[in-house]
């Protein structure tokens, strides 16, 4: 399912369409095409790392920040303005779109997503799916999305921004648990012990992520990225069998809007290959293996995205310039390379490493 050309199926004012974005060093990269200078962002680049995000959200709870278009567009650009980094990541949650459902749950500092009830009987998943079914994302609903991604592409100009959802898996492994886990246990019991009410959950999530990704696609962002965080707790066959098709029915959502489509999780080495296969035209690289090791089980077809290591970021200079250089070495060997860290900025980073690893960056000649 490779993408259409850029932009196809877009309103003619999309910054993929009327040239801001078309020609950027991130959709360069993310088409293979040679970009003017080598692109990084950082995933949770907007967040507790800087000294302006913590002031913007004080006093204010999280998804309250996120379904406030004027704060979402203020922070989501915050890091662009400070790291000069080649994207601005949407500033949002994977359960904005099930709160906007009118699902009960909230984010609880330092511990993530809490529902009001954990998901796990058919009578729980059966409840659920259909006291809050996809269709009631509707414009409406969606409204306040669709504000904060015009608010933020109007301010970025040439600089794309990216929307962003979680997979299905992602999204049940919180939904069923209620809360955040370390092993998905009850996800994965209930993915094996009823593979029918798993079906239902992550077919529902599915479509609930493909319309929050639709809704930023078609109000600015260049291009998007499924977030299957957790995918890596998973064998290759029950990946296959138990998540690929949900997550290949959320990129379809937006498979005809003709925008590069990131798919990234963690520990996912073994995965590489069937995370590209569900429709991702880009696949991104946690730092567990090596660059090129990834690109080779890719056969080398599509660009990536990774994979410096988070923990480096603390290290001495040296230490993380060395590393830098070793990861865009290996790059090299992909089709295309957007730099970014194995997963999300420590909200304990130094900002200014952040912008020295940029420059860097910018800096490597090829
Ligand atoms: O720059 C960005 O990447 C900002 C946008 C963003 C956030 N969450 C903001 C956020 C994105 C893309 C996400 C995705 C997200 N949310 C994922 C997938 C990516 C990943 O990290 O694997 C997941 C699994 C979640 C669920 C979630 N939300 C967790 C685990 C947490 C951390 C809880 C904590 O406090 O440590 C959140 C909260 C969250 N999402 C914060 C931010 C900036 C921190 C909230 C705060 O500042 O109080």
């Not at 601005?88 to 099930?98: E, M, R, W």
């Not at 260049?222 to 690929?244: C, E, I, K, T």
């Not at 130094?350 to 910018?362: E, F, K, M, Y």
Request: some cysteine; aromatic content about 4%; glycine content about 8%.
């Amino acid at each position: 399912m490779p993408s259409l050309p850029d932009g196809t199926g877009l309103p003619s004012t999309h910054p993929l369409v009327d040239g801001r974005t078309a020609t950027s060093p991130l959709i360069d990269a993310y088409r293979a095409r040679t970009p003017r200078r080598r692109p990084v962002w950082f995933m949770r680049q907007a967040g507790r790392s800087l000294p302006e995000y913590r002031e913007s959200r004080a006093g204010t709870a999280m998804l309250e920040a996120c379904l406030t278009p004027p704060l979402a567009a203020e922070i989501t650009l915050q890091p662009v303005r400070r790291h000069d980094v080649d994207a601005g990541i949407f500033f949002s949650d994977i359960v904005v779109p099930l709160k906007l459902a009118g699902v009960d749950v909230r984010i609880e500092p330092g511990v993530g997503p809490v529902f009001g009830t954990a998901h796990r009987t058919a009578a729980e998943v059966d409840r659920l799916v259909t006291e809050h079914p996809a269709e009631s994302l509707d414009e409406d609903a969606l409204a306040p999305i669709t504000e904060a991604v015009r608010l933020t592409v109007a301010e970025l100009g040439s600089t794309p921004l990216i929307g962003f959802a979680g997979a299905p898996f992602t999204l049940a492994a919180y939904l069923v648990e209620g809360r955040p886990s370390r092993d998905h246990l009850a996800a994965r019991a209930l993915m094996h012990g009823d593979p029918q009410t798993w079906a239902r959950l992550t077919a529902w999530a599915a479509d609930v992520a493909g319309r929050f990704l639709r809704a930023q696609v078609l109000a600015g962002a260049s291009a998007v990225q499924l977030f299957d965080s957790w995918a890596g707790s998973l064998s290759l066959d029950n990946y296959l069998r138990s998540v690929a098709p949900a997550s290949h029915r959320t990129l379809s959502h937006v498979a005809d809007l003709g925008v590069p489509r990131v798919h990234f999780g963690t520990g996912t080495g073994e995965l590489l290959a069937a995370m590209r296969d569900v429709g991702a035209d880009v696949v991104g690289v946690d730092d567990r293996i090596a660059l090129d090791e990834a690109v080779r089980r890719l056969d080398g077809r599509v660009p990536v995205q990774g994979n410096i290591d988070p923990a480096l970021l603390a290290a001495p200079w040296p230490v993380l310039e060395a590393h830098v250089r070793d990861v865009v070495a290996r790059g090299a060997v992909a089709p295309g390379h957007v730099v970014n860290l194995g997963h999300g900025v420590p909200p304990t980073t130094d900002p200014d490493v952040l912008t020295r690893v940029v420059s860097l960056i910018h800096s490597i000649e090829d």
